[in-house]
């Protein structure tokens, strides 16, 4: 039977065994666990326990977002630079005519095809890149719309001079030798050709009175002989929109190599005669 101790020497005894626990707990927290990151890393597997790390273990530096970014890689024959993109310009010239400037600092050399709608001209960029060509204002609101070496550009210019002058248009395509003809009325200043005329579009522009007969003139060639040459009519009116009429003119056999077809009344009826 052991001895009884008092109830004052049990609560002494009880006080002094919780002081001892909080000394010892106080202790291990100071000298154990103080140099310890309380970092929990988890792994992918659901079941895995939490594993401390160490402060003294160095932390992974972060990753840039740069470094997460998949390269772009260009293909050869992509275009990146800007600065080879076509510009065009255009500016109001006497007649009621529109300046096209074109420049391609990257594509001296190269072919250039423009159109303003009702008639297309052919050419090519000289060696800076640069072309340019007069174009008469068939319309109020001149578009005009090119293609260089597959790069589109396109620009507009509002021409009010349009309605109050009068211009006729020859267009085609090909190795053909037309021209327009006003029976003495008809100067060279009033007249031009536009395009290369060796294969391409190509037009012939007449600017002046509404009034005039204009005669077309197709040399028969051994190119043309025996075939049917097509070509249009274009033609601008006071009401700022411009008539486009295309048409065909059977040229005569080889025999006649070197002697012209006229095509009279082109803008009001169509009639052919050889001379």
Known sequence: MGIPFPPDRRRAATVAVVLLIAFLT?????????????????????????????????????????????????????????????????????????????LAPCGGGRGVSLTDGTFRLDGRLDGRGAYSVTIPALSLDVRVAAEVDGAPVAASLFMPDARITHHAVLSWSGPQVLRMQAPDTLGEERSYRLGDGSGGASAEVYSGSETTELVVVAEVTSANCGRTVSATAIQSRASGLPTVRAFEMEMPGC?????????????????????
């Open 26 to 102: 106080g202790h291990i927290m100071q000298t154990v666990l103080a140099d310890r990151d309380p970092v929990v890393r988890m792994d992918e597997a659901p079941d895995a326990a939490p594993e401390l790390r160490r402060r003294d273990v160095p932390r992974p530096l972060p990753v840039p977002p740069a470094a997460t970014l998949v390269p772009i890689i260009h293909s050869p024959g992509s275009r990146v630079d800007a600065a080879c993109d076509p510009l065009m310009t255009l500016s109001a010239a006497g007649d009621a005519a529109v300046a096209v400037a074109i």
């Open 255 to 275: 025999r006649h190599v070197g002697q012209v077809t006229r095509l009279k009344n082109l803008f009001d009826h169509t009639r052919i005669a050889e001379r």
